[in-house]
């Protein structure tokens, strides 16, 4: 059973840094793209990031570009996102999310989510 | 930035058709993905590629996508289809990134 697990969220201040996790199991990670998406509760999904496969290639919503890395470590099957210079706007629940059939070009719908990891920015 | 523009809420009775429309230029050039949440959990993937079904999910979801609308279409509509859903798609103009639509909260009367 594919599963994938975050952990990480707290609350931390403004300007501050956090990095959340993703773990998965129950399916080989490395032939997968990844995502993170992010929800401020009670609104609609927002795209923050992707990675590919090996990690070679990296994209980011221009509202985290330069604040914002996503990584990856194959062998422990983990998705990592690094968030510094946090905001108020930062606050959300963040999910990680499996691209079925992603490629550089395209992304084939994300079929496995995590159940997310709140992240809260106040001082 | 691209956009993708969709009605805030929808409303439909039980056994009826519900139809969610998600606007963008040209989103027929492009791969539509929907999305249904319920209150408290993950979103989960019911439509991709503009008209396939991931296994598991009912026949009565579907879609479309021409010109400049996608569409979800919701046949027989049960109480339990009541959820917020999202449509999705891949802009690669200038910024590589994924696009969401603002979501269509469904209601079944």
């Known amino acids: 059973e594919v599963q994938l697990v975050e952990s990480g969220g707290s609350l931390v201040q403004p300007g501050g840094s956090l990095r959340v996790s993703c773990a998965a199991t129950?399916?080989?990670?490395?032939?997968?793209?990844m995502h993170w998406v992010r929800q401020v509760p009670g609104k609609g999904l927002v795209w923050v990031s992707r990675i590919s496969r090996d990690g070679s290639t990296t994209n980011y919503a221009d509202s985290v570009k330069g604040r914002f890395t996503i990584s990856r470590d194959n062998a422990k099957n983990t998705l990592y996102l690094e968030m510094n210079s946090l905001r108020a706007e930062d606050a959300a629940v963040y999910y990680c999310?499996?691209?079925?059939?992603?490629?550089?070009?395209?992304?084939?719908?994300?079929?496995?989510w995590g159940q997310g990891t709140l992240v809260t920015v106040s001082s | 930035s691209y956009e993708l523009t969709q009605p805030p809420s929808v409303s439909v009775a039980p056994g009826q058709t519900a139809t969610v429309t998600c606007g963008g230029n040209n989103v027929g050039s492009k791969s539509v993905h929907w999305y249904q949440q319920k209150p408290g959990q993950a979103p989960v993937l019911v439509v991709h590629d503009d008209n396939d079904r991931p296994s598991g999910i009912p026949e009565r979801f579907s879609g479309s996508n021409s010109g400049n609308t996608a569409t979800l279409t919701i046949s027989r509509v049960e109480v339990g289809d009541e959820a917020d859903y999202y449509c999705?798609?891949?802009?690669?103009?200038?910024?590589?990134?994924?696009?969401f639509g603002g979501g269509t909260k469904l209601t079944v009367l």
């Open positions: 129950g399916f080989t990670f490395s032939a997968y793209w």
């Open positions: 999705h798609v891949w802009d690669t103009r200038r910024n590589p990134s994924g696009v």
């Open positions: 999310a499996r691209d079925r059939e992603g490629n550089y070009y395209d992304s084939g719908g994300f079929d496995h």
